[in-house]
């Protein structure tokens, strides 16, 4: 009697234990999907949302100008893509420099999408005619079939400047103003050049394939560029323009929940790992398959995600664009996890049919060769995320 009671009470400990993992689990899908999806609100403040809620309903202003191939350009090309705009000039000695080198990593970041332009403006195109514009933007490695740099009348510029938040104040502009109010001034000023420095932002602005202001970000700093990157990359994972859209959030959060079911597969394979080491078969089944349904799970939604990627983008898997030792350290673990993630669901799915038809000794065995295979693909699923989708951003923005 005693001892049919100590097994009613732990398999009600072991139903209370799989409700309290089963809830945890919901609780780190949800957690995981607003906190580190990328470009998801994770540290936004009051100024953030009021500056989000601006920019929702900021049109980007209909630009025409000059390249640097010296022809027109107008900004009805780039509707249906993601485009990023910054004002720079090629003889600043402050940010630009800064600001169109982070624009560089940007683009190697992104690599050659047709999806994404970037378009630097001149603030003083007093100086900076085509050819110079040119010259500059092959010292910085541009691809200027995704890039272009444009120059044009100061007042126009000023103008689309303005037209998104941001300041440009040349004082050769103030002085040519003030020359066709006084002849004499226009004599003195034909041979000076600027009477005070150039002011601009340092701000870059994201605009979505709708031509619709995302949000700003400082071209100096590195937070704000890796939050560019992640914004970048999520903007040109929603469809093309006059498409429904109904799947964008679902491609901007897929990638976070199947690491987060990889990590819940990781934690139930070495619950059950543990639970069989102490002698604890039902619990072990209970939780091995729950593992399996976990996994099950992740292959739906993997599959699911790369399909609807394919369809909307035609994009297969998302590149490591970053030079260094990390590369390839993220290749290796990449090949290696997508391999032996191939074998997972056979391996799997005979150690669970030899122990649920009673085959335990020929179950105990193939558990041997399944077991760290299986945690080896979850763990690293989880580890391809992270490096992917956080550490890349960081070091492209470095």
Known sequence: MLQRRLRRAMTRLDLLIWVAMVAACAGMIIWSW??????????????????????????????????????????????????????????CPGPCPIMTGNLSTLQKAIGPSDDVHLVSITCDPWRDDPATLKRYAESYGADLDHWTFLTGEFGEIQKYAAALFLTAENPREAAESQAKEDEEAATSNSSQDHSGPIVHSSRIVLIDRAGRVHDWYYGTEAEDMQRLIADVRTLAATPAAGASGKYASVLGALPTVNATLNGIAAILLLIGRLLIRDGRKAAHMRVMLGAFLVSVVFLVSYITYHTLRQ????????????????????????????????????????????????????????????????????????????????????????
Do not use: C
């Open 34 to 91: 607003i906190r580190f999806a990328p470009g998801s609100p994770k540290d936004a403040d009051a100024g953030d949302n009021d500056r989000a809620s601006t920019a929702a309903t900021l049109d980007a202003p209909h630009i025409t100008l000059t390249n640097q191939d010296n022809h027109p350009f107008d900004s009805q090309s780039l509707l249906g893509k993601v485009w990023v705009v910054d004002f720079i000039f090629t003889n």
């Open 311 to 398: 369809m909307e983008q035609g994009l297969g898997h998302t590149k490591w664009e970053v030079d260094g030792v990390m590369r390839w350290v993220y290749y290796a673990i990449l090949i290696s996890h997508v391999v032996l993630a191939a074998a997972v669901p056979f391996l799997a799915i005979r150690t669970l049919w030899l122990a649920l038809s009673g085959r335990f000794d020929s179950h105990r065995r193939l558990a041997v060769i399944t077991w760290p295979i299986w945690m080896y693909v979850s763990v690293t699923g989880v580890i391809v995320y992270l490096m992917l989708y956080h550490l890349e951003p960081l070091l492209a923005s470095r």
